[in-house]
């Protein structure tokens, strides 16, 4: 057999045996972020222990160009959940940096074959959303803010500031803004609306396109309002007054989708402060 007949041969065969090595790299990431998943539901404190692993499945599915696929969307999506979880475990402490911007180039590749899903869209303005928390923690920890912290949903630490609410909103009861907070315009203000901003237009997207499909889930909802009142408190007057209402009309969606029910501090938030918003 002439060696030219035998590199054909080889060649014939390399198809199917990289088929069959990319279909166990995946597997071999999947049961990766199986056990990532147990970590953070039982044990998050020994996540550091298990990041090598992560960064390896990471590695591993860019190397088998996983995410660029358009037949494995549902893998696609539960594997970034997982990761997502693990990279956002403690937000308050600052995220896994490098695994939670990977998330967000994968959401980012999905979003280019499915540009209007719900899911996706979700996706990026839940990471984007979670970036922000350690920024509004630091806020509130510097400036010793005298409002609130939600323990709520996605967003443990924003910022629900009561007097601009009920001074600044444009209503009938209350039509004279408060001035310009100066501190809006510091360095950890500018930190925390770069990363606020992506969220609110990312779920905003998501709310929309739910919409069009006739399906908004009451989660999105609150998610959508709890992006733009983190962003409201972090925004001067008077852009803050609209973001801070349309997270109410958010919220009053989301109240009345059957089967779901809002968190205790969106409930009770809604309840106080619904009645300025029109």
Request: with cysteine.
């Amino acid at each position: 057999m002439s060696r030219h007949s035998g590199s054909s041969r080889h060649r014939s065969h390399q198809p199917r045996s990289s088929e069959s090595n990319s279909e166990d790299t995946i597997e071999q990431a999947k049961a990766v972020v199986n056990q990532l998943n147990t970590v953070i539901a039982s044990a998050p404190h020994q996540w550091e222990t298990y990041l090598p692993s992560a960064r390896s499945a990471m590695s591993a599915l860019d190397h088998v160009r996983f995410f660029r696929s358009t037949q494995r969307y549902d893998e696609q999506v539960w594997i970034l959940h997982g990761l997502q979880d693990f990279a956002f475990h403690d937000p308050d402490g600052g995220a896994i940096r490098d695994v939670a911007e990977w998330c967000q180039t994968a959401w980012l590749r999905i979003l280019r074959n499915y540009p209007e899903d719900v899911e996706t869209l979700t996706g990026l303005g839940h990471n984007w959303l979670q970036r922000a928390q350690a920024t509004l923690a630091r806020i509130q920890r510097e400036e010793g803010t005298d409002s609130s912290s939600s323990g709520s949903g996605q967003a443990g630490n924003m910022i629900y500031d009561n007097e601009l609410l009920t001074n600044g909103l444009d209503t009938d009861e209350n039509s004279a803004a408060p001035p310009t907070d100066p501190r809006r315009q510091g360095p950890l203000y500018v930190e925390a609306r770069g990363y606020l901003q992506p969220a609110v237009d990312f779920y905003t997207r998501a709310v929309t396109s739910a919409a069009s499909l006739g399906d908004t889930p009451g989660d999105l909802l609150a998610s959508a309002a709890e992006s733009h009142m983190s962003l409201g408190n972090v925004t001067a007057t008077p852009g803050d007054e609209r973001l801070f209402a349309q997270a109410i009309r958010y919220l009053r969606q989301a109240e009345q989708t059957p089967g779901y029910s809002l968190s205790i501090y969106l409930q009770q938030y809604l309840n106080e402060y619904g009645r300025y918003v029109s």
